[in-house]
């Protein structure tokens, strides 16, 4: 099956600094998303990022399908960043979206 | 903006009980999905759901489990005899197409189960 990989796996911020998370998938993986998993559980769509760069806010994301890897970034962070940062890619044969294990972001007052 | 709602919040029940977990997707897509996440672990796909009908399932999708679309708005996830390890949260998702390039899944907010 598909696989993705996120690194790293925890990270500790101070509120205003910035940071870069990873997410590396394999072959036949498509419709690239990021979501935000918030202290409350609800899974939130950051980014639709099947290819090249899009931002919102103080977020930004990349992806180059051709290397397999998405970068999500996030500057000046805040409290509210706090949480769990997952990526997930759909199998190209199929309708299944499959998760990476996570990057669990807390961000320090 | 449109959003994928479920009910319960949270539900406790008595392990060997059945439970049914509801979802009202977004009214135009046709895609339907349910996904678990144990406690402090990854999102795992468990079943998706097209035209009335299951179009994939993963490992974990056996007998215990099974959807239904009663209605044209209601997607249901039951749980027959529940156990201990059925404690998680269970997300309903959808989509307005399947595997074809430019689909997003979008969530609702989960019911969190808990199996006692």
């Known amino acids: 099956g598909i696989q993705v990989e996120q690194s790293p796996p925890d990270l500790i911020l101070q509120e205003g600094a910035n940071s870069t998370l990873r997410c590396n998938f394999s072959?036949?993986?498509?419709?690239l998303q990021w979501f935000h998993q918030n202290p409350w559980g609800q899974l939130i769509n950051l980014f639709y990022i099947p290819s090249g760069t899009k931002q919102n806010g103080r977020l930004s994301a990349t992806t180059v399908a051709t290397e397999r890897y998405s970068l999500l970034y996030i500057s000046s962070s805040q409290t509210t960043d706090s949480g769990v940062y997952f990526c997930?890619?759909?199998?190209?044969?199929?309708?299944?979206?499959?998760f990476g294990p996570g990057t669990r972001l807390s961000v320090l007052p | 903006e449109p959003e994928v709602t479920q009910t319960p919040s949270h539900q406790v029940t008595q392990m060997g009980q059945e439970v049914i977990l509801r979802c009202v997707p977004i009214s135009n897509h046709l895609y339907f999905y349910w996904y678990r996440q144990i406690l402090g672990q990854k999102v795992e796909f468990l079943v998706s759901?097209?035209?009335?009908?299951?179009?994939?399932k993963s490992e974990i999708f056996d007998d215990q489990f099974s959807v239904e679309r009663p209605d044209g708005s209601n997607f249901t996830l039951k749980i027959r005899s529940t156990k201990l390890e059925d404690s998680a949260m269970y997300f309903c998702?959808?989509?307005?197409?399947?595997?074809?390039?430019?689909?997003?899944?979008?969530f609702g907010e989960g019911s969190w189960l808990t199996v006692v």
């Open positions: 759901f097209y035209n009335n009908e299951i179009s994939e």
């Open positions: 997930a890619g759909q199998d190209n044969y199929g309708q299944n979206f499959v």
């Open positions: 998702a959808s989509s307005v197409t399947g595997g074809s390039s430019g689909n997003t899944i979008y």
């Open positions: 072959d036949s993986v498509n419709n």
